[in-house]
């Protein structure tokens, strides 16, 4: 299973930029797919969850400015990002929890990065 990540850019304060990842391969279905980011010199962080009923979760400070959804048919997660701040700037990298013929397994995507101008 593969996961690949796409949308990342340099964007000025305030603006907004969508990102989209794709999962292929040997998948029997996907539960949950995630948003993470790290920033140089911090710690990974999850931005963003959606279940495969679509029940999503938001870290505080992104919350009123980031939108996740999903597109189960093309096996996509994209993460809806406005109002951004040069602080949101960080390596974003996606991961999905698949369950494929031999169980469960978490995949991640190569991150794609977003830098935010002030």
């Not at 911090?42 to 980031?66: C, P, W």
């Not at 698949?98 to 469960?104: E, P, R, Y």
């Amino acid at each position: 299973v593969q996961l690949q990540a796409s949308g990342g850019g340099l964007v000025q304060a305030e603006g907004s930029l969508r990102l989209s990842c794709a999962a292929s391969g040997s998948i029997s279905s996907i539960n949950a797919m995630r948003w993470y980011r790290q920033a140089p010199g911090m710690q990974r962080e999850l931005v963003a969850s959606i279940t495969s009923g679509g029940t999503t979760n938001y870290a505080d400070s992104v919350k009123g400015r980031f939108t996740i959804s999903r597109n189960s048919a093309k096996n996509t997660v994209y993460l809806q990002m406005n109002s951004l701040k040069p602080e949101d700037t960080a390596v974003y990298s996606c991961a999905a929890d698949v369950k494929t013929v031999i169980g469960t397994l978490t995949s991640w995507g190569q991150g794609t990065l977003v830098t935010v101008s002030s």
